[in-house]
């Protein structure tokens, strides 16, 4: 019986650890991001609020691939405008991925408030 025990042992060792890498790149990976809305990191688009392109842009070019399993490295992301601080707003960034490929990054606020805005980006 000491052999099963062994292997019942090994398996929900490795089942634990298998679980905890989930959830450690699913915390690391996020794509959403909350953002405080002042007057270095706003811009006015269209006449409201909106968070500088820069500001998302930068973001979104340092969580596009927190991990080296999650996503491609990208690099030179830009935005064309600012993202308005109205919930369901979208813009698409463009950025390189390694290979000189062109990538299109949509990107949605999920909500915003007076002081902050909530978004998120596509991988």
């Given at each position: 019986m000491q052999p099963s025990r062994f292997v019942v042992g090994a398996v929900g060792g490795a089942t634990?650890?298998?679980a905890l890498g989930a959830l450690a790149t699913h915390l690391i990976a996020g794509t959403e991001s909350t953002t405080?809305?002042?007057k270095l990191s706003t811009v006015s688009v269209g006449g409201h609020r909106a968070?500088?392109?820069n500001i998302v842009a930068g973001r979104t070019e340092s969580k596009y691939h927190p991990l080296p399993w999650v996503g491609p490295k990208v690099h030179d992301v830009t935005c064309p405008t600012g993202l308005k601080a109205v919930a369901g707003a979208t813009i698409t960034c463009t950025g390189q991925k390694s290979d000189g490929t062109a990538?299109?990054?949509?990107v949605t606020t999920v909500k915003a408030?007076?002081?902050?805005?909530t978004w998120k980006f596509d991988r």
């Open positions: 634990a650890m298998v405080e809305l002042n968070l500088a392109p990538i299109r990054i949509g408030t007076a002081s902050s805005i």
